[in-house]
C-alpha cells in the first residue's frame, strides 16, 4: 500500500472508469436491478406494517430510498470476477505485478459507483416526483457522515467477498461459498426490513454482527431516523480491520497454494 | 565473464490431483469419497542462467516446462530445492524483483479488453511508478519496433491476434525488464507475425541486455533465438547445454544424393566404403557422419564427374521430436 502513488491510483481509476463507460446500458440496468427497497416500501406501507414499528410512511419512504442509494453504492461482485480471472488465467499476470491485485478490484467496483451515480440520481428523482411527502434535503454534516458510513459498508462487503474470492486458491467454485452469506446479508442488512422492526431478542445480537452496518446503518443515518452514530461507525471500522487482517492471512497462505491455473 | 542472474537448486513441485474414475459410479465415488493423488511436475532439478543469456526450454506436453517458468517467475512457490532470480527468492515477490521481470503467455492476455490497448499501457507505466512523460517514451520506441501504431487506438477485442500478441509484449515490456519469460509465445500467430516476433525479442536481447527464458513447440523459434536449451521429461532435466551440441548429438550423420555421369562412377562410388542408403540409376544416395563431411565430399567431387548433389538433414522438428521421447540425452 505505501507503494502506492497518487499517480498509479489516478491512472487506475481512469482505466477503470473507461472501462466502465463502455458499459453504460449494463450500469443502467443494474442501478434499476437494485429497486428491492421501493418493493419492500410498497408492500410495508400498503400493509399498514410501519405502524407496529412506529416510524411514518414518509420515514419510511425516506429509509427505503436511502436504503436504495447505499445499496448502489456498496454492492460488490468482486468475488465472481476474481473466480472467473482465476479460472481463465487472468490472476497470474496480475500477481506479478508490483499492485497487489485487489487494488485493481476495488478501483473497479469505485468506477462503476462512479457510472452508476447518475442512474440512480435519477431513480431517485423519478420516487420523489411519485412522493413528493417523502423530500427531504439532509443537513450536510448527515451526507458528510452518511457518505463515510456507506464507504465503510462498501469496504466491510469488500473485504468479506475477498476473503471468500481468496478461496479460490482452494477451491475453484469459491462463489458458492458468498452464496451462503447471501440470505443472512438479505435478511440481517436491513435491505427488507429496517432493524428497528426486528423482533427484540433479534436486536440484542443482530448488531454484533457486520450485516446492520451494510444497509441499515447508512441508510438511517442518511434518512434521519434515530441511531448510535458514533458507535455505528466504530463498529464498523472494527469489522474493516478485522476483515483486513483476516484477508492477508488468507490470501499469503491462499497464494502458496496457487496452481497458475488456466494459463 | 557475465554473472549468474538465474540460480536453480534442487527444485521439485507436486500438485495434489484428484481423480475421478468414468461413468455414474465413478461419478458418485467421486462425489463421496474423492481420491487425490500427488503428482510430482518438476524432480529435483539444477541449473544457472547468466544475465543476458536466451534459453530455451524444450520437452513435451506436460513435461514441466511451464510450471519451472512459473516457479522463476513467483508465481508458484515450489514444494522443495532454492532458487534465486536477479538476487531475490520469486516467491517472496519484492517490488524490486517484480519490476524486474515480465512473463508472457501465448493468447492469454493482461490487456483490458473493451478499451484500446494505450490505455493498458499508461496504467502497466503508471503500476510500475513510470511517469507520463517516461511512458510516452517508451510506448512510442516499442511500438516503432513491434510496428504497431494505429492499432493502439483501437478496442483490444477489435484486434488481430498477432496486433493483440505484440500490444501484449509492448504492455509487458513498458517497464523495460531485465528477465523475460515467455511461455509459447508465438502460439497461433501466422509465419509472418511469428518471424516479427522472433526479431525482435532477438533485437531487444541485443539492445537490453535482458536474459530471455523461452518455451515453445515452434522449433523455430528455439533454433533462431536459443543458442542454450534445457530439455525437460518428465520433470527431469535430461539435457542443459549448446543447441549446436544437441543437434550433433541426436542427429551425427547427413543424407548425400549424387547424380553421376555413368553408372561406372556409381560402381567406383561403391567401393569407397560408404553406408549406402539407396542406388536408382545414376543416382546414389548415401549416409555420413557430420565430423566426416567435409574430406568426404572433397574426396567425392575431386574424384568423380558428378552432375547434380543434394545434401539432406532431418527436419529439425524431427530431430528435437526425439528429445520428447528420450529419456537421457547422452
Known sequence: MKNLSLYKLSTLFKTQYANMLEYRAEIALWAISGVIPFFMLNIWTNNGLNESINISNVMLSRYFLSAFFVRQFSVVWVVFTFEEDALLGRVSPYIIQPLHPFIRYFAQHIAEQITRFPFALFIAILFFIFNPQSVWIPSLLTIIISIFSTFFSFLIQFLMQSIIASFCFWTEKASSIEKLLFIPTLFLSGLLAPVASFPYYVKTWIYFTPFPYLIDFPATILSGNQTKIIEGILMQLLWIILFFFIFNKVWKSGTKKFTAMGL | ?330
Request: proline share 3%; hydrophobic share 40%; charged share 25%.
Open chain 2, 1 to 330: 565473464m557475465s554473472k549468474n542472474i538465474i540460480e536453480v537448486k534442487n527444485i521439485s513441485k507436486s500438485f495434489t490431483i484428484s481423480a475421478k474414475t468414468p461413468g455414474l459410479k465413478g461419478t458418485l465415488r467421486h462425489f463421496l469419497n474423492r481420491k487425490t493423488i500427488e503428482k510430482k511436475v518438476v524432480k529435483n532439478i539444477n541449473f544457472e542462467i547468466q544475465e543476458g543469456e536466451i534459453v530455451g526450454f524444450l520437452g513435451a506436453n506436460g513435461a514441466g516446462k511451464t510450471t519451472i517458468l512459473k516457479i522463476l517467475c513467483g508465481l508458484l512457490y515450489p514444494t522443495a530445492g532454492f532458487i534465486s532470480v536477479a538476487g531475490s527468492r520469486p516467491f517472496e515477490r519484492d517490488k524490486s524483483f517484480l519490476e524486474k521481470i515480465t512473463l508472457i503467455m501465448g493468447q492469454k492476455q493482461q490487456l483490458i479488453w473493451d478499451i484500446p490497448p494505450i490505455d493498458s499501457f499508461y496504467l502497466n507505466a503508471a503500476i510500475y511508478g513510470i511517469e507520463k512523460k517516461e511512458a510516452m517514451k517508451r510506448i512510442k520506441n516499442l511500438s516503432e519496433m513491434l510496428e504497431i501504431d494505429s492499432e493502439l487506438y483501437l478496442p483490444v477485442r477489435k484486434l488481430s491476434l498477432g496486433q493483440r500478441m505484440k500490444a501484449e509484449l509492448l504492455a509487458s515490456l513498458i517497464h523495460n525488464p531485465s528477465i523475460l519469460f515467455l511461455d509459447e509465445p508465438t502460439l497461433g500467430l501466422d509465419i509472418n507475425a511469428q518471424a516479427n516476433l522472433r526479431k525482435f525479442l532477438q533485437i531487444y536481447n541485443k539492445q537490453t541486455g535482458a536474459t530471455i527464458l523461452l518455451t515453445s513447440h515452434y522449433m523455430k523459434d528455439i533454433t533462431y533465438l536459443c543458442r542454450r536449451v534445457i530439455c525437460i521429461h518428465e520433470g527431469y532435466i535430461t539435457y542443459d547445454g549448446k543447441l549446436k551440441n544437441l543437434l550433433t548429438k541426436l542427429s551425427p550423420n547427413k543424407d548425400i544424393s549424387i547424380i553421376c555421369k555413368s553408372s561406372k562412377d556409381i560402381d567406383n562410388l561403391k567401393k569407397l566404403n560408404l553406408e549406402i542408403k539407396n542406388i536408382n540409376d545414376n543416382q546414389i544416395t548415401f549416409t555420413i557422419n557430420k565430423l566426416d563431411f567435409k574430406n568426404t565430399l572433397k574426396n567425392i567431387l575431386s574424384k568423380f564427374e558428378i552432375e547434380d548433389l543434394h545434401i539432406n538433414e532431418p527436419p529439425i522438428d524431427e530431430v528435437i521430436g526425439k528429445i520428447l521421447i528420450n529419456k537421457k540425452i547422452k
